[in-house]
């Protein structure tokens, strides 16, 4: 009885993983649709990208290293600003203003989160 009582509680931590991985915080959500809808020009790794190309390599990053965030702000600072290859910081420009993407995000979840 204890050894299934055991493995059932497993499953249940497993599953709960799982359907965090694939279900983003509501502020990463929240951050992924700001940068789709931006239209802004984002750069990684030298090449520029258009705002929803931009948001989809998030979510895919998001996907793959999720588990390594606990809340919006680590998804900026540890998905969302730099290269995991390279190490290169992301840049966005928006009406012909280019800034790190990280500075550019924290500023719109601060905005959010001051919203009623």
Request: proline share 3%; hydrophobic share 35%; with cysteine.
């Amino acid at each position: 009885m204890k050894t299934l009582t055991t493995t059932a509680a497993l499953l249940l931590a497993l599953t709960a993983t799982l359907v965090q991985a694939d279900t983003p915080d509501p502020e990463v959500q929240y951050l992924l649709g700001f940068v789709e809808q931006s239209g802004c020009d984002f750069e990684r790794n030298g090449t520029v990208h258009n705002s929803a190309d931009a948001a989809d390599h998030l979510r895919l990053k998001y996907r793959r290293g999720g588990k390594y965030v606990n809340n919006a702000d680590q998804f900026i600072d540890r998905l969302a600003s730099e290269s995991s290859w390279t190490g290169k910081k992301y840049t966005v420009t928006c009406d012909g203003v280019t800034e790190p993407s990280g500075e550019w995000l924290h500023r719109a979840l601060d905005e959010h989160r001051a919203q009623p």
